[in-house]
Nanobody, 124 residues
C-alpha cells in the first residue's frame, strides 16, 4: 500500500504561480514513478507530468512544457509540481499518483495509487 497526500492548491490570478506537494508513505520503495494528473469539470482526467524515482527522468504534457516543473525529494518521499505562468485553462483538480509496475508513465491506467486531489483555480 502507498498513501499519497497532495497539498498546495488554491486560487491564483493568471500569470501567477503555485507549488503542489505530494507526500508519499507506505511501500514507497516499490514505486517506479510518481505522476501528476488533472481533471477539469466535464473533462477527462489528463496527464500533466511524471518523474521516475530512480534516475529522475521527467515527462511533461505539451500544454505545460516550459511552465511546470516536477521534482522530487527522495529523503522526504515527496514530489513537487512547480506551476508558473498559470492560465485559466489550468484550472482543475490536481491528483498525484504512484506507478509501481510499468515504464509507461503518461496514462492514468499505469498508476496504482491515487491521492485525494487538490483544487487549483486560476482566475483571468
Amino acid at each position: 500500500q502507498v498513501q499519497l497526500v497532495e497539498s498546495g492548491g488554491g486560487l491564483v490570478q493568471a500569470g501567477g504561480s503555485l507549488r503542489l506537494s505530494c507526500a508519499a508513505s507506505g511501500r514507497t520503495s516499490s514505486s517506479y514513478a510518481t505522476g501528476w494528473f488533472r481533471q477539469a469539470p466535464g473533462k477527462e482526467r489528463e496527464f500533466v507530468a511524471a518523474i521516475r524515482w530512480i534516475g529522475g527522468r521527467t515527462y511533461y504534457a505539451d500544454p505545460v512544457k516550459g511552465r511546470f516543473t516536477i521534482s522530487r525529494d527522495n529523503a522526504k518521499n515527496t514530489v513537487y509540481l512547480q506551476m508558473n505562468s498559470l492560465k485559466p485553462e489550468d484550472t482543475a483538480v490536481y491528483y498525484c499518483a504512484a506507478n509501481l509496475h510499468t515504464t509507461v508513465v503518461i496514462t492514468a491506467s499505469s498508476y496504482d495509487y491515487w491521492g485525494q486531489g487538490t483544487q487549483v483555480t486560476v482566475s483571468s
